[in-house]
């Protein structure tokens, strides 16, 4: 088995990612601790410890580490899969949204590679999944890219300041509407076998990277295009309330 007694932990093993990838990890004979808010949903297995936890909260995210290494012993590979996913919401002034938002993507993720780091000393393999949306303005994803900037920026300065003690990788993700949950999957699994510092869920992502930088004046156009389509999402959200039952006598 390629991944015979290596030791995993996965945030949010009941999402769409998560179910997909943990079949992957098991199968290959790894023994996993998953914590998730909602562990029933995960099906059981011999390799697998789950916890229920709320990946928002940073001091959860800390107990599901020292849980981890409590069951495990030590920490192999720790894969961070837990985001917040908003669209056409960036001018409702939701404060406990936003929080919530910036808690799920940012404040988190980053504790939990400070502490990851703090309590490991050598050999740990931490692998992100980030959408690719962050390092290009995006017309209705203004809140999303924007927590998920803040964790990208911070990832390339602190994996730069650890050097080679630690391992990272990171998974770029396409856009959330048009990512495939089991393409995504084989990629983290491919960086779980194989570590790279990068790795896209898709080659398309690459080579418009590719283009955008070498005919700038696209991005307007990508602009014009994600505009439209807010656009037209605001006006069926507003069709949908008008056509919605009034509770009024």
Do not use: C
Not at 86 to 109: H, M, Q, V
Request: no cysteine; aromatic share 10%; glycine share 4%.
């Amino acid at each position: 088995m390629k991944l015979s007694s290596k030791k995993v932990v996965l945030s949010s093993g009941s999402s769409l990612l998560g179910k997909e990838l943990l079949p992957l990890l098991l199968k290959e004979g790894a023994l996993v601790v998953v914590g998730d808010p909602n562990p029933e949903e995960i099906p059981n297995h011999p390799n697998l410890q789950k916890y229920k936890i709320d990946p928002s909260k940073p001091e959860q995210m800390e107990r599901l580490i020292e849980s981890a290494i409590e069951t495990l012993d030590k920490i192999d590979v720790f894969i961070l899969n837990s985001e917040q996913i908003t669209y056409a919401e960036d001018e409702k002034e939701d404060w406990t949204r936003l929080k919530i938002l910036f808690n799920s993507n940012t404040l988190a993720p980053i504790h939990t590679i400070q502490r990851l780091t703090n309590l490991v000393s050598v050999g740990l393999h931490i692998i992100v999944v980030s959408s690719d949306l962050t390092k290009i303005p995006t017309p209705g994803f203004g809140l999303y890219g924007s927590s998920k900037s803040a964790l990208d920026y911070f990832w390339d300065s602190f994996r730069g300041q650890m050097g080679r003690k630690f391992r990272f990788s990171r998974i770029i993700a396409m856009e959330p509407k048009l990512s495939n949950p089991n393409r995504l999957a084989k990629r983290v699994f491919q960086s779980v076998l194989r570590p790279k510092k990068r790795r896209y869920e898709h080659f398309y992502q690459w080579g418009n990277r590719i283009l955008l930088k070498f005919l700038p004046f696209l991005h307007f156009f990508r602009s014009l295009a994600y505009a439209f389509r807010l656009k037209q999402e605001k006006k069926r959200k507003i069709a949908s309330s008008d056509l919605a039952p009034s509770s009024e006598n």
